[in-house]
């Protein structure tokens, strides 16, 4: 079974520019979520999507913003980007838990997009 | 949302045992106690899971005392490449929203 697949895992961009960055979840996942590594901040949650629907969104200004397709696949774009963003985005997906289930999803990740402002 | 609190390094020795404690004073009914382990530059990978008592699976083993206010990850004879972050997370299943990443402890092992 193939894992979580992120692309592109490095990429350099300039200020201002704009990046998008994609992710393919594990077959039969429907849940994808995003997170931004630094580290002075640690891994903060950007925003959950699941069955094309944003669920949740994290503590993120407007620049970051993401969508999911019919596929479950998903892609977050940052636009008019800072200094500030350079950082590991990290996309995880994960099984929907049933109904009335007390388990926590586990969270299968990718190994990340490095971006580099310049 | 349980905040987490972990050590934030720890050092130990090729095939000593590690244990690693977390403590979540606010942690609700609903919710479990979960471990990942990242390496440099990858996602983190999921360890171990448990609710209450004890969960030991082929690579750790996880205790959670009665008042489940706080965990202990417990690492048996430890080689060279579990050098990583140790993370503790509380939530439910409800949401991957609701899983909150703290500071995690940084593992060293020496040989």
């Known amino acids: 079974k193939a894992g979580v697949t992120q692309t592109p895992r490095y990429l350099i961009k300039t200020r201002g520019q704009q990046v998008t960055l994609s992710c393919s979840p594990i077959?039969?996942?429907?849940?994808v979520s995003w997170y931004q590594q630094t580290p002075g901040q640690g891994l903060q949650f950007l925003f959950e999507y699941f069955s094309e629907t944003q669920r949740n969104k994290g503590n993120f200004p407007g620049r970051f913003s993401g969508r999911q397709f019919s596929n479950s696949r998903s892609e977050m774009n940052v636009s008019t980007l800072e200094l500030g963003d350079s950082a590991l985005y990290l996309c995880?997906?994960?099984?929907?838990?049933?109904?009335?289930?007390?388990?926590?999803?586990?969270?299968?990740f990718g190994e990340g997009s490095r971006l580099t402002v310049l | 949302l349980a905040k987490t609190t972990q050590p934030i390094s720890m050092d130990s020795y090729e095939g000593q045992e590690v244990n690693i404690t977390c403590s979540h004073n606010n942690i609700a009914t609903n919710d479990y106690i979960t471990w990942y382990q990242q390496f440099p530059s990858q996602g983190p990978r999921f360890i171990i899971q448990g609710y209450k008592t004890k969960v030991t699976n082929e690579v750790a083993s996880l205790f959670i005392p009665a008042d489940r206010k706080s965990s202990t990850l417990s690492l048996p004879r430890v080689s060279l490449s579990d050098t990583a972050v140790y993370y503790c997370?509380?939530?439910?299943?409800?949401?991957?929203?609701?899983?909150?990443f703290g500071s995690g402890t940084r593992l060293s092992i020496r040989p």
């Open positions: 077959s039969g996942h429907r849940s």
């Open positions: 997370l509380v939530g439910d299943g409800s949401s991957a929203s609701k899983i909150i």
């Open positions: 995880a997906s994960s099984l929907e838990g049933t109904s009335g289930s007390l388990t926590l999803g586990e969270l299968f």
